[in-house]
């Protein structure tokens, strides 16, 4: 994990990073609140539009994933922004249903899936729906782990 501050000039920043593989990336404002996600490589440049008011509502240009990511989370903005955690599983199983090869679902059920309590052994099944090639262990170890740990607490 790295951590790091930049600093925004008329309502633009760049930030630089480096990690050994493809990784999520979480970018916040000075009080902590989520602005946007995006998923990026080294020597990409990622070009993101982000709505201060509205984690969601964003665009993302530079990779591919990072595009079909944004491109879900940007048409769903609204939805997303007031839904209720079983409306939000709902709209992210929907994705998952329909693009079990693409890791855009594994992204989507890390980052907006609501698998507590009871709801463990539902997100444990949509889980192993997605292609072991879509959930690459160095990205997602940490959720599928804690999945695991939830179907055995819902057994």
Do not use: C
């Not at 633009?12 to 480096?18: A, I, L, T, V, Y």
């Not at 020597?43 to 990511?69: C, H, Q």
């Amino acid at each position: 994990m790295q951590s790091g501050i930049t600093a925004s000039r008329n309502g633009k920043f760049r930030f630089e990073g480096r990690a050994e593989r493809p990784t999520l990336i979480d970018i916040y404002d000075n009080e902590y609140r989520l602005l946007g996600r995006t998923y990026g490589a080294n020597g990409e440049d990622i070009k993101l539009t982000l709505d201060r008011s509205n984690p969601y509502n964003m665009t993302a240009k530079g990779n591919p994933v990072a595009e079909r990511w944004a491109a879900w989370l940007h048409s769903h903005a609204d939805s997303l922004r007031t839904a209720d955690s079983d409306t939000r599983n709902r709209m992210v199983a929907g994705y998952v249903g329909s693009h079990r090869d693409d890791i855009v679902s594994a992204l989507l059920m890390m980052t907006l899936y609501d698998s507590s309590g009871p709801r463990g052994a539902a997100a444990a099944a949509l889980w192993d729906s997605i292609a072991e090639e879509a959930r690459p262990p160095y990205l997602t170890a940490g959720y599928a782990a804690q999945l695991a740990y939830a179907r055995e607490a819902t057994a």
